[in-house]
C-alpha cells in the first residue's frame, strides 16, 4: 500500500516541475528509470528537453539518452517514458560525450524538509552523483529534486547520514513545493575508499574512471584494500617484472611485446566458444606493455591479445560472451596516449557470415 502511494505521490508531484524555474531554464535532464519517475519523464521529453536516464544498476555504462522518434505523440512520449520505451529508445552516452547536466530529478524514501534523503539502501543515487562529478557532468551548483509523496517527508537524524550521501534542493510533493537551503554538501566526487571489490566488478564503468583518477595522481584505493597492497605500489613495478610475476596466456615475461605465433592472424583463433573485442585508434606511440596495463588495471584480461600496432589496432580474445561484454563496458570512454580507444565486438561477432575480423575497418 505504501509503495503504491508512493508512485501515486510522485506521479501527481511530478506537475510541479513546470513550475519549477529550475526545470524550465535546464537543456538536460538526469531522471531515475523508476516507475514512481515515469510522469517527469514523460514532462522532461514533452517539454523538449534532453532526458538521461541511468542505466539499470549502472551495469552498461552510466546514462542513455532517451531520444523519440520524429513527431511523436504525447501518446508516443508516453511509451518512451515507460520502462520499455527507456530500452527501446535510448542511445549510450559515453564518458567522452562532455555530458552537461541542468538538473538531477532522484527518487527518494524519506526526505527531510532540510534536503537530507534516505534511499532504498543500495546507494546507487549517490553513486551516480559521485560519477556525474567525476566526469565533470554536475557542478557543485546544479540542482537536485526529489518527488515525493507528503507522507514521505519526514524528520530524519543527522547521524543517519554519510558523507558520501545525496542531498536535494527542492522537495516537490502533490501539495507543496520546498526549497531546502541545504548547507550539507554534496559528494565531491567518488570516496574510492568507501568502494569495495566487489561493487567495482558489479559496476563496470567504475573500473574506467578509476583508471582515469589513478591516472590523474588521486588515491583510489579501495575499501577492502590493504595499504600495503594498494595499486599504487604496484604500478611502481615494472611491466615486465609484473607480466613474469603474473604472466597470461597471451604474454611472453621476457619480450611483453611479443604475441603468441599462432595468434597473428585473427582468422586463425577464431571458434564459436571465443568472443573477440576489437579496440581501434590505437597511438602510434603506444606500447602493447601499455595495453596490457591498462587491461590488467580494469580487471579485464583476455585469454589472447593480438596486437596490430601497425594497423592502431588489437584483438582481445574472451573464452565467453560475458566476460567480453565486461571488456566493452570497462574500456568505453578510455583513452590512452591522447587517443579515444574504439571498441566493439570484432566483425565476425556483429555480423556472422560476412567478414572474419581480420577484415574489420
Known sequence: ??????????????????????????????????APQRNARFLTLEARKTLLVPTPRLRTG??????????????????????????????????????QVDLV?????????????????????????????????????????????DCQVLDIAEELLGDHDLTVDYILTPTRTIQTHCKRPKPRGIMWHKVSSEMLGKIPILKTLRWREK?????????????????????????????????QPWSDPVN??????KSVNPKSEASDTTTTVY????????????????????????AALKWQGAQHRAFLDYRDQGAAHRALSSLQGLSLGG??????????????GQGEINTHK
Open 339 to 352: 587517443n579515444a580507444l574504439r571498441v566493439e565486438l570484432a566483425k565476425s561477432h556483429r555480423d556472422k
Open 105 to 149: 530529478v532522484v527518487g527518494s524514501v524519506a526526505v527531510s524538509e532540510k534536503g537530507w534523503r534516505i534511499g532504498k539502501g543500495e546507494g546507487y543515487a549517490d553513486m551516480e552523483y559521485a560519477m556525474m562529478v567525476s566526469m565533470g557532468a554536475v557542478q557543485e551548483d546544479t540542482p537536485v529534486v526529489t518527488i515525493v509523496h
Open 215 to 247: 591516472q590523474a595522481g588521486k588515491d583510489v584505493t579501495l575499501q577492502d584494500e590493504h595499504p600495503a597492497l594498494a595499486d599504487t605500489s604496484r604500478a611502481a613495478i615494472p611491466d615486465r617484472e609484473v607480466m613474469a610475476a603474473n604472466p
Open 1 to 34: 500500500m505504501a509503495d503504491i502511494l508512493c508512485k501515486q505521490g510522485s506521479s501527481h508531484a511530478a506537475s510541479r516541475l513546470l513550475g519549477l524555474q529550475q526545470f524550465r531554464a535546464a537543456r538536460a535532464v538526469k531522471i531515475n528509470p523508476d
Open 62 to 99: 552510466l546514462f542513455n539518452r532517451i531520444v523519440p522518434p520524429p513527431g511523436a505523440t504525447k501518446e508516443v512520449l508516453r511509451r518512451c517514458a515507460t520502462s520499455q520505451g527507456v530500452r527501446d529508445f535510448s542511445v549510450p552516452v559515453g564518458l567522452d560525450s562532455k555530458a
Open 279 to 302: 579496440v581501434g585508434n590505437l597511438p602510434g606511440s603506444l606500447r602493447v606493455s601499455q595495453l596490457k596495463s591498462a587491461l590488467r588495471e580494469l580487471q579485464v584480461l583476455p
Open 256 to 261: 611483453p611485446k611479443s604475441v603468441n605465433p
